[in-house]
């Protein structure tokens, strides 16, 4: 039993993994970080609460309540970046979006305390993703991983501009096939809110790491703009952010993302059946 690490198994050929809507920092590292709040900044905030319809499609899902500015599990352990040329953070990142400082100088992780936040809860998370992975293939040929995330929608450090309401990755068609990021987009291209496929974001560790479609896992990024399902203030402070989770604000794009989940599922099965 590992009391960070929350799955929830199901049936379905469809894996949702939260990474980065944990709040959770040991004691002994919150008092190195400047402030509790700069450490919790960014956590894609109440995102797997605004998904707490996917057990009921039979999902699996897994998630880690441990904050991503402890160790971020949607990197490169390497230390590779992800976008090369473009600010982003590290696995253990030491800045926040914004590019604030998150440890004052003389608490920057080092070397081995980095090999030590991944045994603890980067290996695990990912031994955990594998297994699960695993477990739903020797019963479908086919399984669609999907990886929940969100985002505020104005960061100039990472990007220019208003970031579109869905941005969906794929690594560039190589994580999944291309009728499942189609069938994802058009589900989320209705109404007013805009939609891009691999614009800005396009999959991070998880998706790049796990989606082989040749070997029958298609992997798929959801990066939601904040303000797609919370009322995002313009300016971000301690008094402003988070603001609370309220269901019936968040209800529209709950929707949109059950008909997202609900096109996984059937891509999935379609295929499952094809090959039966």
């Not at 560039?172 to 800005?200: D, F, K, M, Q």
């Not at 609370?244 to 609900?262: C, E, I, M």
Request: glycine share 8%.
């Amino acid at each position: 039993m590992t009391p960070w690490l929350e799955i929830r198994r199901g049936n379905a050929p469809l894996l949702v993994s939260f990474p980065h809507s944990g709040t959770e920092i040991v004691r002994r590292l919150e008092g190195r970080f400047v402030s509790p709040w700069l450490a919790r900044k960014d956590t894609d905030w109440w995102i797997d609460r605004l998904y707490g319809f996917a057990g009921d499609l039979g999902a699996t899902t897994v998630r880690t309540s441990v904050s991503r500015s402890v160790i971020d599990v949607n990197r490169d352990p390497s230390g590779a970046s992800l976008y090369p040329g473009m600010a982003t953070t590290e696995l253990c990142p030491t800045t926040t979006f914004d590019g604030e400082p998150l440890y004052r100088p003389d608490d920057m992780p080092g070397g081995e305390e980095i090999t030590s936040r991944r045994s603890t809860w980067f290996d695990p998370y990912h031994n955990t993703l594998a297994e699960e992975v695993a477990r739903l293939r020797r019963v479908h040929p086919i399984v669609v991983l999907y990886d929940a995330h969100s985002i505020r929608s104005t960061i100039p450090r990472l990007f220019d501009g208003e970031l579109p309401h869905f941005n969906i990755g794929t690594n560039s068609g190589a994580s999944c096939s291309n009728a499942l990021a189609e069938a994802v987009r058009n589900v989320c291209c209705t109404g007013s809110a805009s939609t891009a496929l691999n614009g800005r974001f396009k999959g991070g560790w998880t998706t790049r790491r796990y989606g082989r479609p040749e070997a029958g896992v298609h992997a798929i990024q959801m990066e939601l703009s904040c303000r797609a399902y919370l009322r995002e203030p313009t300016v971000v402070t301690p008094r402003s952010w988070p603001v609370p989770f309220d269901a019936t604000y968040a209800a529209p794009a709950s929707k949109v993302l059950g008909r997202a989940l609900r096109a996984c599922l059937a891509f999935a099965q379609d295929l499952n059946g094809a090959n039966r």
